[in-house]
């Protein structure tokens, strides 16, 4: 059909946010799974058992030992900023946030304690044991708007039994600060702190209440860059430790006097140093940098020093147990490794890897359910939305990555799964500058017994030139599993799975099937139907509809001037529908029954997706530098949900995740989020999602049933003895739940539950305590003789009721022969509910009373 004819045919759909659209309400865009664990400094507690690090809105704490995720303390409603034990109680923590709140929470068992709300964003917390009920944390300065300039301030917590507390009266304690919490530190238990910003050192004494400003040259005689990094104070004698921008590290003593300070000078590293901590004697000085190196100094002995080296990132900061048993290191790659006492490596945490850019699409494992997406050089990652953790690394390339600057290597750029999760098919490119470019495409075969992908077969050049899109066709039980690739070089090929004939030892392998192009047009992208009957091929302007199993072009769609960028058909009622994005700012829908277009719209659409489960649709709109979400269904002119500025920048990376359980939402404006999840990549590559209230209520409710049932552990025995409880008391029937009765606890059981619930080191001696326990467990005479006095009135009551149902039963028998008749007839008219055992009972109660008063009464 020509473009021409189409053109009268369409209709023009004018899309305003603020005309007929479902706004957002009450959905928020939040970080929930994948978020960053290496942006602030993690915490080690006091015994070594758990570690705690900001993960977006929430504070993880993992075990040192199992690296599980014990608890997610989730609150806040903004970028958690930071995370310091309170030094009063060491089985508590506070947490900060751009909130604007300091959430204080029990991190042993998840339990939010208080909430303490400031009034404006908090970007770092400290607090020392000489500073009780206040801790000092870094805001922006009054009457700054651009949020540049910040400053150090301090806040008395008051002491109130409310949840909520208002405290929003700040002390200025340093101004001009830096928002970095890598900058400040606090010495000597809290006398001093020391702040660098820049080429500046201020030293601010609580008891003298003055402050020393130190400053150092821009550049050093050998060009080296003299700029401050991070700071770090001895725990017991007045030395601060800095790092600096050429790899140096300085040495501060004697800073209380403006002129007769001194620094010495230790130097092994060769870029920035990005973290410096002591250990909690101060034997030992830590640092860290791009090196991917751990250096351990000797205090006062700064010529000894240990190293552990690859540890697989940039170091960005180091923490201490305040042992001193644990070091713990984040990294850049999202990662957090324990180390024992810089001897060897313990555990590994590992978040979802994010690079400078994302060069597959995000695409989920069907089996598995998790995101896949770029990882390490060479890998792709299978990452647990619902786990929040890294299942596992493909090594796709295979080769050994070698890190040097300009050296260029192969990367995976392509990936697609079939529909049942069995094969994976990935891209591999490398672009040397004096050579062409070299593809290989691969496909991965699931093995059942390794749980994992096996390499099946390698296809070298599988183009002329670069693969811009693939797709697997979903294979019925009749149809063989097909992958279809398009490429600059103007054509598009399909990929079948053939099992060979010749040998008996080889396995199936994959061969080209067919070939196709059109008038020598560069084919961009390509999209199955959903029942896999059609394949959609755009090459530049136009649109290909082909037949996968004659390879017949059916018709060629066409549209306004403008490369096709996206293709995307509809699903389950709307599946007649095929729509596309141009480079001329236009979304395209057109119906393949009567192929014409639809409709079509001016939207800037970086990105369309299809929700899989559903007739849904996203788009995101690129508009005054940020991102607008509309989310619509194909047939109907309304979208579903629209979200203003979900976020700065352009997302160009987004997919549907299935929910492991389904919401029961029923408002219009969240009923898209029931089946599916929507997740994207910012600019920034923090991996956002929308949550909805109803999710948000189910999560303050868990917490409040912490609250009140923190006696049991939530550990895996505990949920699956509950769900095995559940199902039981699900299964059971209602009549026999009322009728058998639980043998009420004697009064002393108290006693049993202040035994097993207090700790060991406040308990009494075991020889006091026998005797209470063992009364405890008996019952007394009295209550045995009232249980068997109502045993023996129940049993004469179920022999009189069963003599009584005779006799009636003998009596009724009679009767329902000479009521059938009518009774046919009235059920006939209108039938009698079934009576339960309980009104039958209380039938034959009214039965057997003496109805004779009333005949004396009406004689009168």
């Known amino acids: ?118 009034g404006c964003p908090v970007y770092s917390i400290y607090a020392s044991a000489n500073h009780e009920g206040v801790i000092f944390i870094v805001v922006p300065m009054l009457g700054d708007k651009r949020s540049e300039l910040f400053q150090l301030v301090a806040v008395h917590l008051p002491q109130s039994g409310d949840q909520l507390v208002e405290s929003r009266e700040l002390s200025a304690v340093l101004s001009n600060v830096s928002s970095n919490p890598a900058d400040i530190a606090f010495g000597r238990g809290g006398e001093y702190i020391a702040s660098a910003k820049g080429l500046q050192l201020k030293v601010f004494f609580f008891k003298k209440q003055k402050s020393y400003e130190f400053s150092l040259k821009e550049d050093n005689k050998k060009g080296g860059l003299n700029t401050f990094t991070c700071v770090a104070c001895h725990p017991k004698d007045d030395c601060i430790a800095t790092g600096h921008g050429d790899g140096k590290i300085r040495l501060w003593r004697n800073f209380n006097h403006k002129k007769e300070y001194t620094y010495s000078t230790l130097h092994w590293h060769h870029n920035a140093v990005s973290s410096l901590c002591f250990t909690p004697e101060g034997t030992n000085l830590l640092s860290g940098g791009v090196e991917s190196v751990l250096v351990q100094w000797r205090y006062n002995q700064e010529s000894q020093r240990d190293f552990l080296p690859r540890l697989g990132a940039a170091i960005t900061h180091i923490a201490v147990s305040p042992d001193g048993a644990l070091f713990c290191t984040s990294h850049s790659d999202n990662k957090i490794t324990i180390i024992q006492s810089c001897v060897k490596v313990s555990a590994v945490i590992q978040g979802l890897v994010k690079g400078e850019s994302v060069q597959t699409d995000l695409i989920v494992d069907p089996r598995s359910k998790a995101l896949v997406l770029n990882g390490k050089p060479g890998h792709l990652q299978f990452y647990s939305l619902q786990r929040d953790k890294l299942l596992y690394n493909l090594d796709i390339v295979q080769q050994e990555y070698i890190h040097e600057l300009g050296l260029e290597q192969f990367e995976v750029v392509k990936a697609a799964f079939d529909a049942s999760g069995t094969w994976l098919a990935t891209v591999e490119e490398r672009k040397q500058k004096s050579a062409e470019l070299e593809v290989n495409l691969k496909l991965w075969a699931f093995d059942e017994q390794t749980q994992s992908f096996v390499l099946n077969t390698t296809i070298s050049a599988p183009h002329e030139a670069r693969i811009t899109a693939m797709c697997f066709r979903q294979a019925t039980d009749s149809q063989t599993t097909m992958l279809v690739s398009t490429s600059k070089d103007g054509h598009f090929k399909a990929w079948q799975l053939a099992t060979p004939a010749h040998t008996e030892d080889e396995g199936p392998s994959w061969s080209c099937d067919f070939v196709g192009t059109y008038h020598g047009l560069v084919p961009e992208c390509c999209c199955f139907s959903a029942d896999s009957s059609l394949l959609a091929v755009s090459f530049q302007e136009v649109v290909t509809v082909w037949s996968p199993t004659s390879w017949e072009l059916l018709t060629t769609l066409s549209q306004p001037p403008g490369a096709i960028r996206d293709l995307c058909f509809g699903r389950l009622s709307c599946s007649k529908y095929l729509l596309g994005t141009t480079a001329k700012n236009l979304l395209c829908c057109w119906n393949l029954l009567t192929c014409s277009l639809e409709w079509s719209t001016s939207m800037d659409i970086s990105l369309l997706l299809a929700d899989p489960l559903s007739e849904n649709m996203a788009a995101f709109c690129c508009q005054a530098g940020c991102t607008d979400l509309f989310v619509f269904k194909p047939s109907e002119p309304r979208p579903l949900f629209s979200h203003k500025a979900v976020c700065s920048g352009t997302v160009t990376r987004a997919v549907f995740a299935p929910r492991e359980k389904m919401l029961d939402s029923c408002e219009e404006n969240s009923q898209w989020l029931n089946r599916s999840q929507l997740h994207f990549l910012t600019q920034y590559m923090d991996l956002m999602t929308f949550t909805t209230k109803a999710e948000d209520d189910r999560l303050m409710a868990s917490s409040k049933q912490l609250v009140i049932d923190d006696s049991v552990a939530m550990t895996p025995f505990y949920l699956l003895l509950g769900k095995h409880r559940h199902q039981q008391q699900e299964n059971q029937d209602p009549m026999s739940s009322l009728s058998a009765e639980r043998t009420p606890l004697p009064q002393s059981s108290v006693a049993i539950k202040e035994l097993l619930q207090t700790p060991a080191h406040v308990l009494p001696s075991t020889s006091f305590l026998c005797s209470m326990f063992v009364q405890s467990l008996l019952i007394s005479v009295t209550d045995l003789s009232g249980c068997r006095e109502n045993n023996k009135k129940a049993e004469e009551e179920m022999e009189s009721e069963k003599e009584e149902e005779d006799s009636e039963q003998e009596m009724e028998s009679s009767i329902v022969r000479s009521e059938q008749a009518a009774v046919s007839v009235q059920s006939a008219e209108c039938a009698a509910p079934a009576l339960t055992k309980a009104q039958v009972r209380e039938l034959r109660r009214l039965k057997k009373l003496d109805h004779s008063w009333l005949a004396g009464l009406l004689d009168s």
């Open 1 to 118: 059909m020509s473009a021409g004819k189409q053109q009268g045919q369409r209709s023009e759909v004018k899309v305003n946010a603020g005309d007929n659209m479902v706004e957002h309400g009450d959905i928020r865009v939040v970080h929930r799974g994948g978020s960053k664990i290496d942006f602030r400094q993690p915490v080690i507690t006091n015994d070594s058992r758990f570690l705690l690090c900001a993960s977006g809105e929430c504070v993880k704490v993992f075990s040192t030992s199992t690296e599980e995720c014990i608890h997610d303390l989730q609150g806040h409603t903004d970028l958690v900023t930071g995370v310091l034990l309170r030094p009063s109680n060491h089985l508590q923590v506070y947490s900060c946030s751009i909130d604007g709140t300091v959430r204080l929470w029990d991190f042993t068992d998840g339990i939010l304690i208080k909430t303490y709300v400031i």
